[in-house]
């Protein structure tokens, strides 16, 4: 089963407002994989390690800031 | 956007986000968590698409097409001296809204990153569309032909609410709002947010 499946519900205004945690995990893992071509957990580790530190602000800069706005969605704990 | 509980506060900070959404995206908002204290997100879940991608919006009577992204990151905050309304809130703490092409191309997109990587923490909006010109300058001037790239200024807004970008997009962008009363939903989420005095 393609584990990024479960989100790929409709979406509808009755929802809970808060993504369950593996939910979140996997829409932050799927911006990864569309705007840098890598998973969630790589994209984290190499925001940690400051990879991401000196990034000018262009259009590709600005992916990088558009995903570490969704960080909060990628370090959700089950 | 105040709440007994913290998942009641977020409540109450999504609601009126969805509602105002729903005036131009089939889709809705879906947050991140509910922590006390802690960074959380809330990003737009287009219709048909994931979490967090652009949404696409009708222009031109239906003619055209731009994309649309929003995230915002907020922490939930206790508030005892409030607590007579609920003494948990909701309070922004990053922005973002991208108004592309429809092949997802930047037109303009706000931010505002006060704890940011970069040198400017005010709101600002980028114009990426723009293209460079050359300012009028003395002819002696050792810069006269220099030319001034709109597309990287950091051009400084107030603070600003997904309403005003959605009226933004309906009124300068001819997006086809989906909703007959739109006006009336922004003018009831911003009277909201005035008197839930969050900025």
């Not at chain 2, 696409?56 to 994309?67: A, F, M, N, P």
């Not at chain 2, 810069?143 to 009226?167: C, F, M, Q, Y």
Request: aromatic letters at 8%; charged letters at 25%.
């Amino acid at each position: 089963m393609n584990p990024l499946a479960t989100t790929m519900r409709t979406p509808t205004d009755q929802q809970p407002s808060v993504l369950p945690p593996a939910e979140a995990r996997a829409l932050f893992n799927r911006q990864t994989r569309r705007l840098l071509n890598l998973s969630g957990d790589e994209f984290l580790a190499r925001w940690e390690a400051g990879d991401y530190r000196d990034l000018p602000d262009t259009p590709e800069g600005r992916h990088v800031g558009y995903l570490a706005l969704l960080i909060p969605f990628g370090r959700k704990q089950s | 956007m105040a709440g007994s509980s913290p998942e009641e506060s977020v409540d109450a900070f999504v609601a009126p986000l969805r509602r105002t959404l729903g005036c131009i995206v089939r889709g809705t908002a879906i947050a991140s968590g509910a922590e006390l204290n802690a960074d959380n997100a809330v990003t737009l879940f287009p219709e048909g698409r994931d979490g967090g991608d652009p949404a696409r919006l009708r222009t031109h009577d239906g003619e055209g097409e731009i994309l649309f992204r929003f995230a915002h990151q907020y922490r939930v905050v206790s508030l005892p001296a409030e607590a007579d309304c609920g003494p948990y809130r909701v309070r922004r703490t990053f922005y973002r809204y991208d108004v592309l092409d429809w092949n997802g191309g930047e037109i303009v997109v706000f931010h505002w990153e006060p704890a940011g990587r970069g040198p400017v923490r005010a709101p600002h909006l980028h114009v990426p569309a723009a293209a460079p010109i050359v300012l009028p300058q003395q002819s002696t001037s050792g810069i006269a032909h220099r030319k001034t790239s709109l597309n990287r200024l950091h051009l400084p807004t107030g603070p600003l609410l997904v309403e005003d970008i959605v009226e933004f997009v309906i009124r300068e962008l001819a997006v086809v709002p989906l909703v007959a009363d739109w006006e009336a939903v922004l003018v009831e989420n911003r009277d909201a947010i005035d008197r839930g005095r969050t900025w």
